[in-house]
Nanobody
Framework: QVQLVESGGGLVQPGGSLRLSCAASGSIFGDYAMAWYRQAPGKRRELVAF???????NYADSVKGRFTISRDNAENTVYLQMSSLKPEDTAVYYC???????????????WGQGTQVTVSS
């Protein structure tokens, strides 16, 4: 079992930056690939970015070049640095722990409770 707690959400103006954190506990953090999903009102949940156990990041086209995912295995924490934020980035952001399939796709096993990010002037 893995417990995940997100923090760092809030209200930010368009063009601004925000860093989300996700603290993990309950299992060996380094054994899991980690990812951030988001869900906006009325929309499907979307995989934003994931990072492998080796530290390689992968991104949705909608955030590529603006968001950076990173992990600190010593602190059992994964981060999502978000820059050049747009109103369409407004969503609840969820941290997950999971694995990587043979084809390179990420799958989630555990979910956090989510943190709200609102981009508005």
């Amino acid at each position: 079992q893995v417990q995940l707690v997100e923090s760092g959400g809030g209200l930010v103006q368009p063009g601004g930056s925000l860093r989300l954190s996700c603290a993990a506990s309950g299992s060996i953090f380094g054994d899991y690939a980690m990812a951030w999903y988001r869900q906006a009102p009325g929309k499907r949940r979307e995989l934003v970015a994931f990072i492998t156990t080796g530290g390689n990041g992968n991104y949705a086209d909608s955030v590529k070049g603006r968001f950076t995912i990173s992990r600190d295995n010593a602190e059992n924490t994964v981060y999502l640095q978000m820059s050049s934020l747009k109103p369409e980035d407004t969503a609840v952001y969820y941290c997950t722990a999971g694995g990587i399939l043979y084809d390179g796709a990420y799958y989630p096993d555990y979910w956090g409770q989510g943190t709200q990010v609102t981009v508005s002037s």
